[in-house]
């Protein structure tokens, strides 16, 4: 037959995943699990066929260009592509495709955990047993959170992942309101009991928390400036599960140092995966729950996304188009 394409995995990836990878390709598999460094990208998209990169990976203008003839097809192991220049990729003929649907339950759970976990102290809570000297018994004032239900939840992209958000928001009592590029359709406008707002100012300046879903694109770079931070309602809670540099780090963080802002429960952060030591010691006073990029981090949603990797790549190789093409003037 028709000789295999040489496929180049930046990461370990599950099991089931690599074995399915080897039956179908010619799959150079990262064994140790660590990133590649910059040289090592330069080599691999020198020989491959087809590139499966991560979040880890920064694949810019400068490893795009020394990519070889071969390099037809990004096949990213994920949904943001943010670390892809998009543009760079699309001049030189290269398709990029990603991994949507598969991880949006498993994100919205996570996003879910942390909108509770942020108010009602989860995190403090769980440290005082084990450490069994802080415990001297109940006391009606002792460890009181904010309350969640009947709160006002702002989600800022009502996308896949926004919407599965909301979902679990509304069954958990808070009225779900939402900023996007476009109006969602008026059924699930109704489903949810959601109210739109045009003006993600407005929105800021009215919500008990905040849940950001977008993607990470130079459009949506520090959607939440200082500016518009400085919009939210004092004791107002933030979540962030999508990407960093969606929000102006160093504005939140002085802001929750100034009791602005009553908490955050991040997942990503600006420079991961360093994290600011300031947000260190705000989650050590209660302030933030902070999460290693974990929002997709199941089995069951790793081994999807790797299925969803195989079937853009042998969609691509057999010539169709794949299903999960990143449409380069949408981003
Ligand atoms: C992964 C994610 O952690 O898909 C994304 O955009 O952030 C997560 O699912 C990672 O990106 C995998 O490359």
Redesign the pocket.
Same mark, same amino acid.
């Given at each position: 037959g028709r000789k295999k394409p040489l496929v180049v995995i930046t990461r370990k990836l599950p099991d089931p995943v690599e074995t399915r990878m080897r039956e179908l390709f010619d799959a150079r598999l990262n064994v140790e699990d660590r990133p590649m460094s910059q040289a090592e990208l330069i080599a691999a998209v020198r020989e491959a066929d087809v590139l499966v990169?991560?979040?880890?990976d920064l694949i810019d203008a400068e490893v795009l260009n020394a990519a070889g003839e071969n390099l037809k097809l990004i096949a !990213?192991? %994920? !949904? %943001?592509i943010d670390k892809i220049d998009i543009a760079a990729a699309t001049a030189r003929g290269i398709t990029v495709t990603?991994?949507p649907g598969v991880?949006t339950e498993d994100?919205a759970d996570m996003t879910m955990a942390l909108i509770l976990a942020v108010p009602r102290r989860l995190t403090d809570g769980a440290a005082i047993l084990p450490d069994g000297k802080k415990w001297e018994g109940w006391s009606p004032t002792w460890m009181l959170g904010r309350r969640i239900w009947g709160k006002r939840l702002g989600i800022v992209g009502m996308g896949r992942i926004g919407t599965a958000v909301a979902r679990r928001a509304k069954a958990f009592g808070l009225s779900i309101h939402y900023h996007n590029r476009h109006r969602v359709m008026p059924a699930l406008e109704d489903e949810l009991e959601a109210t739109y707002w045009e003006s993600l100012d407005q929105m800021l300046a009215r919500m008990d928390i905040i849940s950001v879903n977008c993607p990470s694109t130079p459009a949506t770079y520090h959607l939440l400036s200082a500016r518009r931070l400085a919009l939210m309602q004092p004791g107002a809670y933030l979540v962030n599960t999508a990407?960093g540099d969606l929000i102006d780090e160093q504005a939140m963080i002085k802001m929750l140092e100034d009791g602005k802002l009553a908490g955050a429960g991040l997942d990503?952060y600006e420079n991961e995966p360093a994290v600011n030591p300031k947000l260190l010691k705000l989650a050590t006073k209660g302030k933030a729950v902070l999460l290693p990029? #974990? %929002?997709?981090?199941t089995l069951e %949603?790793r081994i999807d #996304?790797g299925e969803k990797v195989i079937i853009n790549i042998r969609a691509f190789c057999d010539g169709h188009r794949p299903p999960d093409r990143v449409i380069p003037t949408r981003v």
């Open positions: 990169p991560t979040v880890s !990213n192991f %994920g !949904n %943001g990603n991994t991880l994100t990407r990503v990029h #974990m %929002g997709s981090a %949603g #996304m």
